[in-house]
């Protein structure tokens, strides 16, 4: 079994600073893929960011230049620095994995999520 256990979220003004960061325990043997997404209110969850193992970085347009998403493979954490934040940022965000489990199985799992709130 693993677990993801997201920290980090919380009510920000407009122009504000958050950082997020997931850190996966448990039956670990690789972590492949790490990456954030996030479901504003009425919307289907969407990409923010993703990580590979060797770092090479991914970004959703919407946030290129505002985020910076970053792992520490020995602690099996990945974080989210958001900068600049806007009203639109508000969003549930979610971290997921995508791991080799002990049978040799690719799989990915997902975070319970932690609340972004930015207020105008």
């Known amino acids: 079994q693993v677990q993801l256990v997201e920290s980090g979220g919380g009510l920000v003004q407009a122009g504000g600073s958050l950082r997020l960061s997931c850190a996966a325990s448990g039956r670990i043997v690789s972590i492949n893929v790490m990456g954030w997404y996030r479901q504003g209110p009425g919307k289907q969850r969407e990409l923010v960011a993703t990580i590979s193992r060797s770092g090479s970085t991914n970004y959703a347009d919407s946030v290129k230049g505002r985020v910076t998403i970053s792992r520490d493979n020995a602690k099996n954490t990945v974080y989210l620095q958001m900068n600049s934040l806007k009203p639109e940022d508000t969003s549930v965000y979610y971290c997921?994995?995508?791991?080799?489990?002990?049978?040799?199985?690719?799989?990915?799992?997902w975070g319970k999520g932690t609340l972004v709130t930015v207020s105008s």
């Open positions: 997921n994995i995508n791991m080799v489990t002990p049978d040799f199985v690719n799989k990915n799992y």
